[in-house]
């Protein structure tokens, strides 16, 4: 089956710490990206890549880092500069940057205690 | 600059009964138009979508009209399931920037 992992879905960790969350797709899309949802708002984008090597800031990209080593993957780090890293976080992939649709993976709870 | 808003919730139905999600959005050009459906700790689920205007996007026996004259995109269903709790989320793309609402929380009891 064709589809987004993301691992794993809960962790914890302490203040100060970086933390690596994992999202893995075999849909052979070009694009991906990250997004944070807090509770009652709306997804707001962190990073975006639109090809392997490449990869953009979004507009909460502040104390976070993306590398896109290889088409499948797109692991998203936050890091200790980030004021306020408890919160849901969600990966999505597109064919390209142009198509309109993303698909999602289950998304990760980050808890830093 | 390109924005989306959704009713409040959360709403709270009897089964069997009608659901309407307001959704509005502000863009300029021909965005597409989105509803995904997030159920309890998994991510979201495109629900249906639509392209231009007039187009009517249905799924899973949900529909939603683009209308640009009044620039909305209501979520709406006949008759509600106990499975059809979870949150709803309006988005627009437009020219490669993607935005979400922030989220309508349905509960259907029964």
């Known amino acids: 089956d064709g589809g987004i992992t993301q691992s794993p879905k809960y962790l914890f960790r302490k203040e100060g710490q970086n933390v690596t969350l994992s999202c893995e797709q075999n849909?052979?899309?070009?694009?991906m990206y990250w997004y944070r949802q807090d509770p009652g708002q709306g997804l707001r984008l962190i990073y975006y890549s639109q090809i392997v090597n490449d990869f953009q800031k979004g507009d909460i990209a502040e104390g976070y880092s993306v590398s896109r080593e290889k088409k499948e993957s797109f692991p998203l780090t936050v890091t200790s500069a980030q004021k306020n890293p408890t919160a849901f976080y969600l990966c999505?992939?597109?064919?390209?940057?142009?198509?309109?649709?993303?698909?999602f993976g289950p998304g990760t709870r980050l808890t830093v205690l | 600059g390109n924005s989306v808003t959704q009713m409040e919730g959360p709403v709270t139905l009897s089964e069997e009964a009608f659901l309407t999600i307001n959704c509005t959005y502000t863009?300029?050009?021909?965005?597409?138009l989105f509803w995904y459906v997030q159920y309890p700790g998994e991510g979201l689920q495109l629900l249906l979508k639509?392209?231009?205007?007039?187009d009517k996007g249905s799924n899973k026996g949900f529909e939603a009209t683009y209308r640009k004259e009044t620039t909305s995109f209501h979520l709406e269903k006949g008759s509600v399931q106990v499975s059809d709790s979870a949150v709803y989320f309006c988005?627009?793309?437009?020219?490669?920037?993607?935005?979400f609402g922030a989220g309508t929380r349905l509960t259907v009891k029964p």
């Open positions: 988005a627009l793309n437009n020219n490669n920037d993607m935005r």
């Open positions: 849909l052979n899309h070009d694009a």
């Open positions: 999505a992939s597109s064919i390209s940057l142009t198509t309109d649709t993303q698909y």
């Open positions: 863009a300029t050009g021909y965005p597409s």
């Open positions: 639509a392209t231009k205007a007039d």
